[in-house]
């Protein structure tokens, strides 16, 4: 976060930043769109593009709530049974928490 409020103390740094997420947040959003018709998780891609641009945007916080009931409505139509779900919610929370734990232990953030 030191960075980040290092880049913000300027109306350029504040703006360069937003381009930043938005550019970062926009791509991750669009191979989730791309993975929705393709192989892979697109929902869940779409989710964390969200959630990185949700970070910063207002809009894309109020998106992410209707994505996540969109989804939610799906595992519901699909029949995916609830400890599944939070099997792998909870498997993701770990991912997540590992993957920065090794990125603070590298000293990347």
């Known amino acids: 976060m030191k ?5 913000k103390k ?3 740094g504040r ?3 937003r381009v930043v997420i938005g550019v970062v947040g926009g791509t991750i959003t669009v191979l989730g769109a791309i993975a929705l018709v393709g192989p892979g998780p697109g929902i869940l891609i779409v989710i964390a ?4 641009l949700a970070t910063e945007f207002a809009w894309a916080s109020r998106v992410m709530v209707h994505t996540r009931t ?3 409505k799906a ?3 699909v029949g ?3 400890w599944v779900q ?4 909870a498997g993701a929370a770990v991912l997540s928490i590992l993957v920065i734990l090794y990125l603070y232990s590298a000293g990347k953030i």
């Open 70 to 72: 969109y989804a939610q």
């Open 49 to 52: 593009g969200l959630g990185i």
């Open 75 to 77: 595992a519901d139509k």
């Open 86 to 89: 939070f099997a792998l919610i």
């Open 80 to 82: 995916i049974p609830k």
């Open 15 to 17: 703006f360069f930043w």
């Open 3 to 7: 960075i980040r409020n290092w880049i």
């Open 10 to 12: 300027t109306k350029a």
